[in-house]
């Protein structure tokens, strides 16, 4: 981290927090290790319902998803919409006349993260939402919150006590922009190894919500 990203750390987050941020990235050199916060949502707020005018929010149906994949801007690779659509996940979007603004993922089924071998699982009383993007030019528009929070609206209509995700621990910025959603935290995964290997650790926090990651050749507690 340079010099300058440091100050800026501590003047919006304060020294504690930058400190641990360093170690952690430090750790990171000798073994993959990772905090994962688990965060849910389970009431909408009125204030992130509505967008500028110029955008169209929808959940997008597997023709628009396959068509907007040809643009590898748009981060929607073939492997990962088979694989996200054939266990039915949904992802809402916003279009900005025929152009993919941003997007989220949602899911009801046990989905896979970026780190290779892990598997996340959670309570079949939650949505899980991942595999946010907003293009470049379209940022600084609410896109992010106001889609998960239409979606959230359509969940809780559907049944669902609310969505579940998570966020890395220090991800301090991400973390202040979800509490401002109306997200509140209630547990961590600790993910320490090498290769694909894992010792995973699940607090009490996630314990309640079944919010728990599984891998192959893992150790758990």
């Known amino acids: ?25 430090a750790a990171n050199r000798v073994v993959r290790f990772k905090i994962l916060k688990g965060i849910r949502i389970e009431s909408v707020d009125p204030s ?5 005018g110029k955008y169209r929010g929808l959940f997008l149906d597997e023709t628009m998803l396959r068509e907007f994949a040809v643009d590898p801007k748009n981060g929607l690779p073939t492997g990962f919409l088979d694989e996200a659509l054939g266990k039915g996940d949904e992802c809402y979007g916003f279009l900005a006349g025929p152009a993919l603004a941003a997007y989220g993922w949602y899911s009801t089924q046990p989905t896979n993260l970026e780190l290779p071998g892990l598997r996340l699982h959670f309570s079949n ?17 609410r896109l992010h ?25 220090n991800n301090f910025a991400s973390l202040k922009s979800c509490a401002r959603m109306g997200y509140h935290d209630f547990g961590n995964i600790t993910i320490a190894g090498l290769g694909r290997h894992y010792v995973l650790h ?19 507690s």
């Open 202 to 220: 699940h607090d009490a926090g996630c314990r309640q919500y079944d919010f728990r990651l599984q891998s192959n050749g893992a150790n758990h």
């Open 145 to 169: 919150a106001i889609g998960m929070t239409r979606a959230l609206q359509a969940y809780l209509a559907r049944g669902y006590r609310g969505i579940v995700s998570y966020v890395d621990w």
């Open 1 to 25: 981290m340079r010099l300058n990203t440091i100050r800026e750390s501590i003047e919006n987050f304060g020294l504690p927090k930058t400190v641990a941020d360093l170690g952690m990235r």
């Open 48 to 52: 992130f319902l509505q967008c500028n």
């Open 125 to 141: 009383q939650y949505v899980y939402m991942y595999k946010g993007f907003t293009a470049t030019e379209h940022r600084g528009q």
